[in-house]
Structures are given as structure tokens and as C-alpha cells.
């Protein structure tokens, strides 16, 4: 006889699957909860390397790559929801319960964690965070998964910026080579089809800013041309809001010895809640 115990739950092993898939990097390991680092669309946890060297040696310190980035798999993401999902999962193999930053896509995740398990969050710092408005600037998001080549994604990329010097060659170079991994062109372009069809983002995650009891901070620069700045308008007084003049899309490349300092307050804030 068969009984029910005997049956795999399918739908578990799948998110089981779908979340050691997923790459994760320590950059320091400690007894206290870490720093857990969420990047933005078509980035990966290197993209926060700067922002890592400003933060104290004994702040533990770790970086996931979402699904279809950096070094984890490539896989179907349907939903903020979804993606959210995948990461606590991956954050439940390491028994992570963790101060959260997220960037852009990774600030809507931090988000939607926050939505699904708000005891597993102790403060949020959100950097031009995608879920708080509408529109998002589709011509970037096209632009990075149909570049055939640095000179195109050069352009694209320049976008992220408001001082020109700001992006190198090597910042080029090396985000080519990560978005031209066999079969990643292909899986972005369907997870942006879900989470941001046409340039609009799907859902709105607003409302966990205001049901949030812990210290949430959200930075955006004023000159950011891939998430309107105005998305930060009418947030709830609990939350503290950094408009930084002279900063596009990427505050932590910007304005990185500042990101440190707020950073770093935001955690002791967490701590101390």
C-alpha cells in the first residue's frame, strides 16, 4: 500500500530546487544576523563590492544572485511574490534571518520578503527600489538583454549614471559578459515580461512600507532615469526617505562612502529595535 507520507510533496521540491540553485557569496561570516545584499536587474552580487569595502570588518556580510543572474541558475520567475519565495527558501539553507538591502529589482524583493516573513527582517534600506510606483524605464530593460555587443550596452548602461565617468570599461565589459551567458538573454527577457511587461511594473508593494515595526530607510538618487525618484512621494512617516543630488540609478557606485554610513546605522538601528 501507498500512503500519503509516502508521496513527495511536489510543489516543496520544486522551491527546494529552485532556491539551491540560486548562488549565494559570504563576504564575511559572524555570530550576529548579516547583511543580506539583493541586486538590481541584469546585476549580480559583485555589483556591491564597493559598498562591502565601506561597511566594519565585523559586520557579516552576504550576497544572493537572483535567478537568471551572476552564477545561479537560469529559471522562470512569475512573480515578485515568487522570487521573494526563492530567496527565503535559500536564506532557510543558511539560516539567514537578515538586515536587508535591495536594489531596484532586489528592493522589491526585500520587500516582498518583508510581506511574507516580517519577524525574519530587521531593518530595511531600499536603493531606488522597484514595487513603490508604476512606470520603469523599458528601454533600459531592453537595451541590456538585446546588446550584441559593449559599444551597444555602453549606451544603455550610461543610463545608470549621472556622471559619465562613472562608467569604465571594466564595468562594461564585465556586465557584457554576464548578460551573454548561454540562455540568459532569452530569461531575462521573460522575467521582465512578467515582473515589468511594457515598462510597468506589476503590483505594488507600498502598503508593507507602512505595516513595517522595524527602522526602514529609502534612498534614491535624484537624477535616476531607470526608476523615477517621485515613486518616493507620499511614503509613510515611518520610513525615513535620502534624495541624493548628483546620483542616478546607483546610489552604492555614487555616493558609496555615504551608502556606508547609512548603511551602517541602519543595521545598529535593527540591532537595537
Known amino acids: ?58 559586520q557579516p556580510v552576504v550576497g544572493i544572485d537572483l535567478p537568471n543572474h551572476g552564477k545561479s541558475a537560469l529559471q522562470s520567475v512569475e512573480s515578485m511574490a515568487a522570487l521573494a519565495r526563492t530567496v527565503l527558501d535559500r536564506m532557510d539553507q543558511e539560516g539567514i534571518a537578515a538586515c536587508h538591502l535591495g536594489h531596484s529589482l532586489g528592493g522589491g524583493v526585500a520587500l516582498a520578503i518583508s510581506a511574507a516573513q516580517p519577524g525574519r527582517v530587521l531593518s530595511l ?88 515595526e522595524v527602522p526602514v530607510k529609502v534612498i534614491w538618487g535624484i537624477a535616476d532615469r531607470i526608476i523615477s525618484p517621485w515613486h518616493s512621494a507620499g511614503l509613510p512617516g515611518n520610513v525615513a526617505l535620502h534624495l541624493l543630488p548628483d546620483v542616478g540609478h546607483l546610489p552604492q557606485v555614487e555616493a558609496t562612502a555615504l551608502l556606508g554610513r547609512l548603511l551602517v546605522q541602519q543595521v545598529r538601528a535593527g540591532t537595537e529595535k
Open 1 to 58: 500500500r501507498i500512503f500519503a507520507d509516502d508521496v513527495p510533496d511536489t510543489a516543496s521540491a520544486v522551491l527546494e530546487t529552485a532556491a539551491a540553485q540560486l548562488h549565494l557569496h559570504w563576504w564575511q561570516r559572524g555570530s550576529t544576523a548579516p547583511v543580506l545584499l539583493l541586486h538590481g536587474f541584469g546585476a549580480d552580487h559583485a555589483s556591491w563590492r564597493p559598498l562591502v569595502q565601506q561597511l566594519p570588518a565585523n
Open 125 to 212: 534600506t531600499l536603493l531606488a527600489p522597484a514595487g513603490l510606483g508604476q512606470e520603469i524605464n523599458g528601454e533600459f530593460i531592453d537595451g541590456l538583454t538585446r546588446a550584441d555587443s559593449e559599444a551597444a550596452l555602453k549606451e544603455t548602461l550610461a543610463r545608470l549614471f549621472h556622471d559619465p565617468a562613472a562608467l569604465t570599461a571594466s564595468f562594461v565589459a564585465t556586465a557584457f559578459k554576464q548578460l551573454q551567458a548561454p540562455g540568459r538573454p532569452a530569461a531575462l527577457v521573460e522575467m521582465a515580461r512578467n515582473l515589468m511587461p511594457d515598462g510597468v511594473q506589476v503590483g505594488s508593494l507600498r502598503a508593507v512600507l507602512g505595516k513595517s
